[in-house]
């Protein structure tokens, strides 16, 4: 079995730090704490023969990414009606001095 942080585990599959703690804390991933200086030190244990779960863990990023996209677009349509609102209270309070 390798050993490998989770920061870079998450670098490798390219995930978020967080949604690897995630994965540890729900018993997805193996796992191993060990003192190191003084500090504890979260591993994730990668087993050699298990192409399966590398799959599984390789397609959450693009799911990810469309979910993430529809956001960026929901942000921006928002963003434009703000402008809006913004512009319209202006001028209002122009009109009231």
Not at 63 to 70: F, I, L, Q, V
Request: charged share 35%; aromatic share 4%.
């Amino acid at each position: 079995m390798e050993k490998m942080t989770i920061k870079a585990y998450a670098r490798k599959h390219k995930m978020s730090i967080f949604q690897v703690v995630k994965m540890v804390k729900s018993g997805s991933l193996k796992s191993e704490v060990t003192q190191e200086e003084g500090k504890e030190v979260t591993y994730v244990l990668l087993e050699k023969n298990s192409p399966q779960k590398e799959q599984k863990i390789a397609s959450l990023p693009q799911t990810d990414r469309g979910e993430m996209m529809a956001l960026k677009k929901e942000i921006a349509t928002l963003n434009k009606r703000l402008s809006v609102l913004e512009n319209e209270l202006y001028t209002l309070r122009k009109m009231v001095k």
